[in-house]
């Protein structure tokens, strides 16, 4: 995508002037890099906000036209005010075409919805990384990276150095970097149900089969063996009580016999 900027050469600098600018719908900034010294500008407030809606306003190669001529430009740095939506400064770098650049592009994550990790485990895509740092000739510079999710599964992850770059592009990245992209895991919901449900689930060797006894539950076997020894008590005492009855009664037989 092609995007025209129209801008104007900034005379007047410092803190005023650039509060004078703002107030009457202008943008102070600056172009830089190439053969050429800095060059102080100034842009419409309206048509720069509108374009830095756009996502891909960020990672193209612009075409700022200055003072009738036209350059190739990136958009390097802009400042917002803290509260208002209002630009309050604005950089650009000249390029080249035969100097490669470098530059942040952003990902875009596709097929995530087909993947097995979310159609049938139930996972859940977490992007790390939501742009990349790139290395390429101006003419070979995309607009967006596209990181393609269609085998991702519960527990894999997606690294930068598996994406698929255009052709002439390269990832900045160290030796030894290869920095995670996204991930699917389980919701964490998920897992803190299933963990409870197999904590619930008893041991084979807890539950009592047909042929094992259950085992005497605490306090259940001592009043049993209590009430045992008190039966046994009151059954002595009764035969105890029949003897003496039988002894009495054979004394008074042989003192009827004696008479």
Do not use: W
């Amino acid at each position: 995508m092609k995007f025209d900027i129209n801008a104007s050469q900034r005379k007047a600098q410092g803190t005023g002037a650039s509060r004078r600018l703002r107030r009457a719908g202008r943008v102070p900034g600056i172009v830089y890099g190439g053969d050429q010294g800095a060059v102080n500008i100034e842009l419409d407030h309206k048509d720069l906000l509108r374009n830095l809606h756009n996502e891909k306003f960020h990672a193209s190669i612009l075409t700022l036209k200055l003072e009738g001529g036209a350059e190739q430009v990136l958009l390097r740095a802009f400042n917002m005010h803290p509260v208002k939506s209002q630009v309050q400064h604005v950089d650009f770098q000249r390029v080249s075409k035969d100097k490669k650049i470098h530059m942040k592009v952003p990902l875009h994550f596709v097929n995530a919805a087909n993947s097995p990790g979310v159609k049938e485990q139930a996972g859940v895509i977490t992007h790390v990384l939501n742009e990349l740092d790139i290395s390429c000739f101006p003419d070979d510079l995309p607009e967006f990276i596209e990181v393609d999710l269609a085998q991702i599964a519960v527990g894999n992850s997606v690294h930068a150095r598996e994406l698929v770059l255009p052709k002439g592009v390269e990832a900045i990245l160290h030796k030894d970097e290869n920095p995670v992209v996204a991930t699917c895991t389980l919701p964490a919901l998920i897992t803190e149900e299933e963990e409870v449900a197999a904590e619930a689930v008893p041991a084979a060797g807890e539950v009592p089969t047909t042929e094992q006894a259950a085992p005497e539950k605490p306090g259940e076997g001592a009043p049993a063996a209590a009430g045992d020894k008190a039966k046994a008590a009151a059954a002595g005492d009764k035969t105890k009580a029949a003897d003496k009855g039988a002894d009495k009664g054979a004394e008074k037989s042989d003192k009827k016999e004696k008479k």
